[in-house]
């Protein structure tokens, strides 16, 4: 398959499976705090929601060290084959826009308080025909840097619902010691009979952008 991400240099086993709805928070605006291997029914109960943003944070671990470049990204995976098809499927940061999903920023350092990326959503805007949105975060450069997941502390995903004020919905705690993976396979948005789960993953692996995609072509 002809799919080719160009330059990337910027310009398991399900364990104690859960499955919760985000109904439960929502009349008390309180989060969810999901674990590892969590289905999170998001719209069959709550069926105004459209507009959600994907938002992933980091602290560096490594003292001195300024250059650690995280990068989220998705895979939008197609029914029937669960498999990217073309360029528009790859939301990464040399391509941040396709039907219903942009990627906002690209932080380079892991420096700051709060998200350092995020992905908006509209679920009302995704091709029909997409099953699945897999969410990846990769160390960009990491082989070279010698850098992988156990330099970085307090990594999270969250969802936030972009209508009532970016209220967070949940919030997944990569808490596994990924002591020598590169990459992390984080979440993913499934939808079925035309309704959307969350599903928590925390898969790490030992790739590069370009090693993910494979997974899924």
Same mark, same amino acid.
């Given at each position: ?38 289905? @999170? #029914? *998001? ?7 459209? $507009?959600?943003? %994907? /938002?992933?944070?980091?602290?560096? =671990? ?58 908006? @959503? #509209? *679920? ?7 099953? $699945?949105?897999? %969410? /990846?975060?990769?160390?960009?450069? =990491? ?75």
């Amino acid at each position: 398959m002809g799919i080719n991400l160009g330059n990337l240099e910027q310009t398991t086993q399900p364990l104690n499976t859960q499955t919760v709805d985000a109904s439960q928070n929502a009349s008390t605006g309180f989060s969810l705090n999901l674990q590892k291997d969590t289905f @999170l #029914d *998001l719209t069959k109960r709550n069926p105004g929601l459209t $507009k959600v943003d %994907f /938002a992933a944070g980091w602290d560096v =671990a490594v003292a001195g060290n300024t250059s650690f470049d995280l990068d989220i990204s998705a895979f939008l995976l197609h029914q029937g084959t669960n498999k990217v098809m073309t360029n528009d499927d790859v939301i990464f940061f040399n391509h941040k826009d396709s039907a219903g999903i942009h990627l906002n920023k690209d932080n380079l350092t892991g420096v700051g308080e709060g998200d350092d990326e995020t992905i908006s @959503l #509209d *679920l009302s805007q995704i091709p029909a025909d997409i099953a $699945k949105i897999v %969410f /990846a975060i990769t160390i960009f450069g =990491a082989d070279t840097k010698q850098q992988t997941f156990g330099m970085v502390n307090n990594s999270y995903v969250r969802l936030l619902d972009v209508a009532n004020g970016k209220q967070e919905l949940c919030i997944y705690p990569l808490k596994e010691q990924f002591s020598t993976e590169t990459a992390v396979i984080a979440a993913e948005l499934i939808r079925e009979n035309g309704e959307w789960q969350f599903h928590t993953i925390g898969e790490g692996k030992h790739a590069d952008l370009n090693g993910l995609l494979a997974l899924y072509r």
